[in-house]
């Protein structure tokens, strides 16, 4: 029998495809138990395109995205380079083509949206792909799309851009761009004309740019418009097919300008039919519902109350007397509003018990008192025993955003208004909540999570679905019925698609967004268990970050502040929750896990980040390294929803640490049986195969060794350079396995040590950290305790 072919540690197992410049194959990884698929460059090929090929490798194994099929490895061994992939299961979007020829229009736009966000991740870290087309989309066991094959990607070169090299043309002709089939420089602009030419072919079931010559393809891209042909489907409509043509022009100047750009019209067209555009004027069913309001004595007292307080604060002859007067005619508003006054957040500004609404006002201004006394007339007026705890669940989720949203305005003069436009951001699903709970109750049953894990419709469209409009419409129509100002109008309107990715100097375009975030967190919040919020919470403020001027560090804070005075304003407010509520969540620190055992001085950030900062590359890594970091913690998660493999969430744990923050190896030590000993179990990395067994921390009192005592106290530590403390380590930690500077992080479980991770690098001071990537290893090493409480372990 002949041996079976290795490569490197992997053994090839069978030939998956083979072209031109490289063969794929599946092969078995024996360091992490599992099948991957390795491309192999053709023997004879020049050394420059190599290390061409292994230079671009590398920067692309850098991206994370759940659409993109990553790059593990990209190494030459013996003379024969090659990259490993993972390996999907499943076909192409050549194969699905082959069997169904054309797909249905809302079918083919799906599976593109998928495929453009994955170039948009891509753009963003100055990735190129150059060679997209059908046979490099795979379709896993679900059907969801994957883009593979980046291996003639290449980095954006601005400079290059308009150099032209005829000589050296990349891609696949058929699916070139004009551009690229004059051998111009790598841009964006490519990717987004192939992917157009793909939507065309999904919807056509003909190739649109086919000749068996294909030097006559590469001449007819560069001279002729291409067109959709004619024929197809009813399904696709003349605006599908303008956007479609629109991604089709020779010029790039007259292209889609980006891919997001692209994405962003192919999801308007999907959803006009489940949000229809209704304003009060023109919606039958906004007056329906304003006037079934109307016929419960709590809506027009609630809508008198609110518009009179509009009126005295926006009014610039009324007194503080008048406001007074007008707060005092309600003796219950009166008594919570001075409750509220005198809780920690607000005395400080009297310098004493504040006894009289006068001196409320005068301390707090209008402004403040204008937003304390909407948020009570709300609450006061929208109380229900039929369902009280989900309205108090759904207010406090308004107050949590309101304040998020204030505490994050770096204009203190915008502050309270903030803090307006993110409270009324939802009224709609507000008032949905109390006046109709079942239509409510329906809503929430479509954005159930289906079998792909994604809800069956928005909430936007969701909620037209039931009520016959949007939640948002339905919160602009009454907000107009009680004459709320434009600028509040205008937050109501929630953005959509990314965050722009520079700071949005225009006011109320950043109220809008300010308030589009601050409840996406607090939504989060409400709606994540608390071992997960924190890492989301961190991906969504970078997400925001440089839109709203505000670093993640800053969100941070801005957050537990926002709940230390949520805390404070419900309790004046009377607002109480039973223990099992899911709204305690919203009063709970903001912390990376409940399991955490980091003391605050073990280990520390070792580098701080601002907006002055100078240190850009530094800077970039640490972003990419979060990114990384929060997209595995996301992809553990959701393994370990369903039936999961300890030992496969753990290797996850590993990968994703040891990928995102270039560690040399990467090692798991567990608690044998007798509970006296770690041992090191698995790894990544160079020679973890036999390193890791050298491993044995010896634990009990008579252990004085550094390991030891890390994993008795628990205490997470980084050692910058072993030198230092060359006297404490024990005497296995030598030879090949020592490092010059490792980081720590034991798993404890009841005070007891059940496990350690061991991460290291070459080099003294090597292990550059900032406080979110602190933040995102702890969340991963409570990850890895709560898999092994779910395996019973």
């Given at each position: ?7 490197g ?11 031109a ?6 092969a078995?990884?024996?360091?992490l ?17 190599v ?8 920067a692309?194994?850098?991206l ?7 790059v ?6 013996n ?6 992939f ?36 891509a753009?963003?870290?100055?990735i ?21 094959d ?6 954006v ?21 004009p551009?690229a ?5 790598p841009h ?15 919807l056509s ?12 393809a ?5 001279e ?5 042909p004619?024929?197809?489907n ?57 006037r ?14 609110i518009g ?6 926006q009014?610039d ?21 001075l409750?509220?006054?005198?809780t920690?957040?607000f005395?400080?500004a009297?310098?004493?018990?504040i ?10 201004g ?13 609450l006061?007026?929208?109380e ?8 108090r ?13 204030r505490e994050?305005c ?16 939802h ?24 079998e792909?894990?994604?809800p ?6 969701a909620?037209a679905?039931v009520?016959?409009?949007?939640y ?14 434009e ?5 109501m ?12 100097e ?25 071992a997960?919020?924190?890492a989301?919470?961190v ?26 005075r949520l ?15 899911v ?6 620190p903001?912390t ?7 003391a ?7 580098i ?27 992809d ?7 039936q999961?493999q300890?030992n ?16 040399r190896r990467?090692?798991f030590c567990?608690?044998d049986?007798?509970?006296?000993t ?12 036999r ?5 044995r921390?010896?634990l ?37 396995l ?6 720590l992080?034991?798993?404890?479980v009841?005070?007891?040590p ?6 290291d ?7 550059e950290?900032?406080?979110k990537?602190?933040?995102?290893l702890?969340?991963l ?10 395996a019973g372990?």
């Amino acid at each position: 029998m002949d041996p079976v072919p290795t490569l490197g540690r992997f053994r090839l197992l069978r030939r998956l495809g083979e072209g031109a410049q490289a063969t794929v194959w599946l092969a078995h990884d024996p360091l992490l138990d599992r099948e991957v698929a390795i491309k192999v460059l053709q023997p004879g090929t020049e050394l420059g395109s190599v290390d061409e090929w292994l230079h671009e490798a590398r920067a692309v194994s850098r991206l994370n995205h759940p659409h993109i099929v990553p790059v593990f490895e990209a190494d030459t061994q013996n003379g024969q380079s090659y990259l490993v992939f993972e390996y999907v299961e499943g076909g192409t979007l050549a194969d699905r083509l082959r069997d169904r020829s054309r797909l249905p229009a809302r079918e083919a736009v799906g599976l593109l949206l998928a495929v453009l966000d994955a170039l948009t991740a891509a753009h963003a870290a100055g990735i190129v792909h150059r060679d997209l087309k059908p046979t490099n989309i795979l379709l896993d066991t679900r059907g969801r799309p994957r883009v593979m094959d980046f291996g003639i990607a290449a980095r954006v070169s601005a400079s290059a851009a308009l150099v032209a090299n005829p000589e050296r043309i990349v891609g696949t002709p058929g699916y070139l761009s004009p551009e690229a089939a004059e051998g111009r420089a790598p841009h964006p602009s490519m990717d987004v004309f192939a992917a157009a030419v793909l939507l065309a072919e999904m919807l056509s079931g003909t190739r649109l740019n086919h000749d068996p010559d294909p030097w006559r393809a590469v001449r007819r891209v560069r001279e002729q418009d291409l067109q959709l042909p004619h024929g197809l489907n009813p399904d696709v409509d003349d605006t599908l097919r303008a956007i479609v043509q629109r991604g089709l022009a020779r010029d790039p100047q007259q292209r889609w300008p980006s891919a997001r750009a692209f994405h962003d019209a192919l999801l308007a067209w999907l959803r006009p039919a489940e949000v229809p555009n209704a304003t009060s004027a023109e919606a039958p069913v906004l007056d329906f519902l304003l006037r079934r309001m109307r016929h419960r004595s709590d809506f027009p007292a609630m809508s008198e109350a609110i518009g009179r307080i509009q009126r005295l604060t926006q009014s610039d002859t009324e007194s503080l007397a008048n406001l007074s007067n007008e707060i005092l005619k309600d003796v219950a508003l009166t008594q919570k509003l001075l409750r509220l006054v005198n809780t920690v957040g607000f005395r400080h500004a009297g310098g004493g018990t504040i006894s009289t609404v006068s001196r409320a006002v005068a301390l707090i201004g209008f402004a403040g008192i204008r937003n304390l006394a909407l948020s009570l007339v709300l609450l006061e007026r929208m109380e229900n025993k039929g369902h009280a705890q989900r309205l108090r669940e759904e207010f406090l989720r308004c107050l949590m955003a309101g304040s998020l949203a204030r505490e994050l305005c770096h204009d203190p003069g915008a502050g309270e208004e903030a803090f307006l436009c993110a409270l009324f951001h939802h009224l709609g699903r507000m008032l949905t909540e109390f006046y109709f709970p079942e239509e409510a109750e329906a809503v929430r049953r479509y954005l159930q999570p289906s079998e792909s894990g994604a809800p069956t419709l928005s909430e936007a469209a969701a909620s037209a679905k039931v009520l016959g409009m949007s939640y948002e419409q339905l919160g602009l129509g009454v907000a107009r019925e009680w004459g709320l100002p434009e600028s509040l109008q205008n937050a109501m309107h929630r953005p959509v698609g990314e965050a722009p990715g520079r700071l949005i100097e225009n006011t109320a375009e950043r109220q809008r967004w300010l308030a589009r975030a601050a409840n996406d967190v607090a939504d989060l919040i409400l709606h994540t268990p608390p071992a997960e919020v924190h890492a989301r919470v961190v991906a969504l403020a970078q997400r925001h970050a440089r839109a709203l001027g505000v670093g993640a560090d800053e969100f941070d804070a801005a957050a537990d502040r926002a709940r230390q005075r949520l805390a404070q304003m419900s309790e004046a407010m009377q607002i109480l929750l039973p223990r099992d509520s899911v709204a305690q969540r919203l009063l709970a620190p903001l912390t990376a896990a409940p399991q955490d055992s980091l003391a605050p001085h073990q280990l520390q950030a070792t580098i701080k980040l601002d907006r002055t900062q100078t240190l850009v590359s530094e800077r970039d890594d640490l972003e990419s390294a979060t990114q990384m970091l929060a997209a595995g913690i996301q992809d553990i998660t959701d393994a370990m929803v369903e039936q999961f493999q300890l030992n496969a969430v753990l290797r996850m744990i590993l990968e994703t640490i040891y990928r995102a923050l270039r560690f040399r190896r990467v090692i798991f030590c567990l608690r044998d049986s007798r509970g006296q000993t770690l041992t090191g179990r698995l790894g990544v990395g160079e020679g973890v195969e036999r390193l890791a067994p050298q491993m044995r921390i010896e634990l009990g009192p008579q252990a004085r060794d550094l390991f030891a005592a890390v994993c008795m106290k628990g205490a997470d530590t980084c050692i910058e350079d072993v030198n230092t403390i060359a006297n404490r380590l024990p005497a296995w930690y030598a030879g090949e396995l020592r490092g010059s500077s490792f980081l720590l992080l034991p798993l404890m479980v009841k005070g007891a040590p059940l496990g350690l991770i061991y991460a290291d690098k070459v080099s003294t001071n090597g292990i550059e950290l900032g406080e979110k990537e602190l933040s995102l290893l702890r969340t991963l090493r409570n990850q890895a305790v709560m898999a092994f409480r779910q395996a019973g372990g």
